[in-house]
């Protein structure tokens, strides 16, 4: 049972990255009040090749954050699970598209990582292969001195933590491939970033004393070389972007409740907000623009011939305040569906809603009148098709609504799993994939050149 429950959730995970990734690449209007998109580390939008590539890479950032988490849980065979899958959604990716970023090596060797956490001397082979690959991977994207990085960040050392993991599990390999100068040699390189890596106390204990927390410390210290004057200026710049992203992310989310507001096209793709200001500043009204744009599946030229025709832009207004009309009416009745049901009579809830108050108002008119009055029982004759001048909602097609064509028939969200994956993603950074704990790394390192001191000894006993 335990598998079968581990089997589903790892189904599940694939299945809301799948839609996640769907949903926010093909230019839909987000069902949730947030949009997901491809940034550099710079925090820049970037557009990597076709749709389809950009899906592919949306995806298996997704089940790559997902796998880390996974294995911070220290369930590493899940982990690794997951890692598959994230390498299966970015061999869907053009090669030459991925060439330009490094989080294949980095999931290459989370991957190499996992099977070394799980002690599997099976996956030997496959081991070797992907850590190869991770090598000639980030030596494309990092330059093989670390020129390109160096330049990308400023002079920050980020990448120090993942190379040495990387040269740690090259080690390894080659230990047990008998290669033993190979793996002293990555081994030793590897041990001598470890020692570069740690934070002295000293400085840890200044950098707190202006405030900061710990973890954000000794980050900001291990990513700038240990110097104190570049980790605070580090932190303090950390402290802007996130300022900057949280008015951001408000933003967004303003702009997603008005693309909300004038619907989908006739394809569901949300209305195209920047071509609907090039619209407004030449001088048209905005919801006659959104609903010119939403029609012509926001093809400019097309929204523009719209609204320069006279005899279609006149339609399209009529048509605006007619969905207006029913956006009111489908708000009434279910104004009126509510009262009815707190137990109010239904032909007096229907005047009182008609009149235009507030819903307190209402409730506060309809207390007072059925303390003189008798109370009808709610399912009486009475009922909102009988009255003139309003609309049964079920009678309304999907035409009939602003939200474009009928949604009906897609597949059910899996919300849980699809909002633990998207708060994953929120709570990474840029530099997140680089903040490696190094502890286990450390013990690793230890013990495999112990493994090689011992077999040195042995050896030089048999030679005399």
Known sequence: MAEEERSRRLARVKTAA???????????????????????????TVQLGTETDQRAVMMGLMLHANAKNLIRRQLYKDALEVLTMGEEAFSLCDPKVLELVDNVPMLQIDMVWCYFLLRDISWLSVAGIRIEKAREGLERCHGKDLSRVRLLQAGCQPELALHMRLELLEGVVA??????????????????????????????SHVMSMGFKEHDARRA???????????????????????????????????IMEQKQYGVTPLKKAVNLEKLKELVAIGFEKNLAAEALRRNENDFQKALDDLTSPETNSAI??????????????TANARIEELVSMGFDRSRVVAAVQDGETMEQTISRLL?????????????????ASEPNNVNPDSLTNNDTDEGPSTAGEEERDVEMEDEIAKEIEIADALSDYDIEITK????????????????????????
């Open 18 to 44: 799948t839609a996640l990734s769907k949903r926010h690449v093909d230019g839909s209007l987000p069902i949730e009040d947030f949009n997901i998109e491809l940034e550099d580390q710079g925090g820049q």
């Open 175 to 204: 230990y047990h491939n008998g290669q033993f100068d190979e793996s002293r040699k990555a081994l030793t390189s590897a041990q001598a970033k470890f020692s570069q890596l740690q934070v002295p106390d000293e400085a840890l």
């Open 221 to 255: 210290l291990r990513l700038n070389n240990q110097d104190i004057g570049s980790a605070v200026d580090f932190l303090f710049d950390e402290k802007a972007k996130r300022a900057q992203k949280r008015e951001d992310d408000i933003r967004h989310r303003m702009e």
């Open 317 to 330: 207004q009529l048509d605006i305040e007619s969905r207006k009309r029913k956006r009111m009416q489908r």
């Open 368 to 384: 007072s009148e059925s303390e003189q009055l008798p109370t009808v029982d709610a399912n009486s004759n009475g009922n909102l």
């Open 441 to 464: 790394e450390g013990e690793a390192i230890n013990e495999y050149l112990a493994l090689l001191a011992s077999t040195d000894n042995g050896n030089k006993a048999l030679s005399s």
